[in-house]
C-alpha cells in the first residue's frame, strides 16, 4: 500500500507545495517511484512529514528541524530551548501589555516611557514641547529624567506660555524682549522648585558635547527663529549676577 504525492499531503494536512519543498530542503528523504514514474510513499514519510508540521507548530525553523537527528526520539534539548524562549516571549509581551494599559488609561504619548507624566499634563503640550520631551528621554541620565519627570507630573500655569507658542518667526525686537522678560521669572521658581531638572551628560554613555549638539538640534528644528531668540534672550536673563542659582539649567525650555 503506498499513497502518491497528493494523497501523503491530504493525509498529512498540508498541501502538495509544502511535500516538495520539504524534499528540496533535505528534510523529507524522496521515496520510491512506480513503474510509471509517479512517487509511492510509505508510512514513514506520512509519520516524517506530521513530524515536521507538528514541529514548526511548536515554533521551530525547517532549518532547525534540518539540524535535529532523524529518529523517533524527541529533541529534549530543543524543545527546551524553545521553551526558554517562549518563556520570554511571553514574559516580554506580558511586559508590553501592561505598559499598553497604561498608555490607553493615563493619555500619555506612546513614544514617552510609560508613567513618564501625570495623565494629560504632556499630551496637553504643544507638539513642539512635546517632541522636545522626547530627545530629552534618548540623551539625559536617569537621574536627570526623573527630575524632568517629577516636574511633568505637576500642573503648572504659565502666562507667558501661549504667547510663546503663537509667537510668528517675524516678531520684532520689542515683542522677543517682553516675552523674554516675562519667560525668565517663571522659568527661574520652576528651576527653584525642581533643582535635578537641567541638561546634563550625568549618567548617560555621551559626552557633554554629543548632548548639548542634539538638544541644540531638537531645538532649532522644533521652534521658529522668533521662539529660539526669545530662549536665547531668556537663557542670558538667568544667567545674570541677581539669579543666584547655581544649577545647570535648561533654559531652551519653558513648561507650563
Known amino acids: 500500500m503506498s499513497w502518491s504525492t497528493r494523497e501523503i499531503?491530504?493525509?498529512?494536512?498540508?498541501?502538495?507545495?509544502?511535500?516538495?519543498?520539504?524534499?528540496?530542503?533535505?528534510?523529507?528523504?524522496?521515496?520510491?517511484?512506480?513503474?510509471n514514474g509517479y512517487k509511492q510513499y510509505g508510512v514513514a514519510h506520512l509519520v516524517r512529514i506530521l513530524r515536521i508540521r507538528r514541529l514548526t507548530e511548536l515554533g521551530f525553523s525547517l532549518t532547525q528541524i534540518a539540524a535535529m537527528p532523524d529518529t523517533d526520539d524527541q529533541p529534549v534539548?530543543?524543545?527546551?530551548?524553545?521553551?526558554a524562549e517562549l518563556a520570554a516571549t511571553i514574559e516580554r509581551l506580558q511586559r508590553a501589555r501592561l505598559e499598553l494599559g497604561v498608555i490607553l488609561r493615563q493619555p500619555t504619548p506612546a513614544e514617552l516611557p510609560p508613567g513618564f507624566a501625570a495623565p494629560g499634563v504632556v499630551s496637553t503640550m504643544p507638539p513642539a514641547d512635546r517632541s522636545f520631551i522626547v530627545v530629552l528621554t534618548r540623551v539625559l541620565g536617569a537621574e536627570t529624567m526623573r527630575a524632568w519627570?517629577?516636574?511633568?507630573?505637576?500642573?503648572?500655569?504659565?502666562?507667558?506660555?501661549?504667547?510663546?507658542?503663537?509667537?510668528?518667526?517675524d516678531a520684532d525686537e520689542q515683542t522677543r524682549a517682553e516675552v523674554a522678560r516675562d519667560l525668565a521669572p517663571f522659568v527661574r521658581a520652576l528651576y527653584a522648585e525642581n533643582p535635578g531638572v537641567g541638561i546634563t551628560n550625568a549618567g548617560t554613555r555621551y559626552s557633554a558635547r554629543y548632548v548639548q549638539q542634539a538638544v541644540g538640534k531638537a531645538l532649532a528644528d522644533l521652534y521658529n527663529p522668533a521662539q529660539l531668540d526669545v530662549l536665547r534672550r531668556t537663557n542670558r536673563l538667568l544667567s545674570e549676577p541677581h539669579d543666584q542659582s547655581s544649577v545647570a539649567r535648561p533654559p531652551e525650555r519653558k513648561i507650563r
Not at 498529512?12 to 524522496?30: F, K, M
Open 77 to 83: 534539548e530543543a524543545l527546551r530551548t524553545l521553551d
Open 9 to 35: 499531503a491530504q493525509l498529512a494536512g498540508t498541501t502538495l507545495r509544502a511535500v516538495r519543498h520539504y524534499h528540496d530542503v533535505g528534510l523529507l528523504a524522496e521515496p520510491q517511484r512506480r513503474s
Open 149 to 169: 519627570a517629577d516636574m511633568l507630573r505637576k500642573p503648572v500655569t504659565d502666562p507667558v506660555a501661549e504667547r510663546f507658542d503663537t509667537l510668528p518667526e
